[in-house]
């Protein structure tokens, strides 16, 4: 398959894949592209599954991108609170919860442990057969199987628990991994 080929067959299931894990669309543009630079330079003659290839490659650059996130993230805050009162870093944490705007499913995929979310996201946003994702994730099938199937469990269980009042900023994440 020729980069073009590649780019135009793949290109918008690499792009929700990274748009539901980063949650922004200028980053997922970012990581996008990256991922067809990386995989055009890499020598793909031995690839089985092109696509599983690619999310695999995706979800690296969207771990990567998360853990420098979050690293700077921690860094910021530790400034911040020894630099000002802890009234002004209250005022931090409520300006990132209103700028937190997501959809009701979203909201409930969010809460999902990260494994599992990741698992689902391959599997029915990306399309991916059970051996596709288990290849993208690295992990056995029975274990890419049990993954979506308990994301399947927590999503049914959070939204029958809570199925309109999903309030902003809630930090409830489903503990069952």
């Not at 922004?24 to 055009?40: G, L, P, S």
């Not at 599983?52 to 420098?68: D, G, K, V």
Request: proline share 2%; glycine share 2%; with cysteine.
């Amino acid at each position: 398959m020729d980069d073009q080929t590649l780019f135009l067959t793949h290109k918008e299931d690499v792009f929700r894949y990274c748009l539901h894990m980063l949650r922004n669309r200028t980053d997922a543009e970012d990581i996008c592209q990256e991922v067809f630079v990386k995989a055009m330079l890499a020598d793909r003659s031995k690839v089985e599954h092109m696509k599983a290839w690619l999310m695999r490659i995706a979800a690296n650059e969207c771990h990567s991108l998360m853990r420098r996130r979050t690293n700077g993230n921690q860094k910021e805050k530790k400034a911040f609170t020894i630099q000002l009162p802890l009234r002004a870093s209250q005022s931090v944490e409520n300006e990132y919860e209103r700028a937190e705007t997501a959809d009701e499913f979203g909201n409930l995929l969010n809460k999902l442990k990260p494994k599992v979310r990741e698992a689902m996201l391959l599997y029915y946003m990306a399309d991916l057969s059970t051996t596709e994702t288990a290849e993208a994730l690295n992990v056995p099938v029975g274990t890419a199987k049990s993954r979506i199937n308990r994301g399947l469990k927590m999503l049914k269980k959070l939204y029958d628990k809570t199925p309109n009042s999903h309030e902003k900023g809630s930090d409830d994440h489903v503990s069952n991994y």
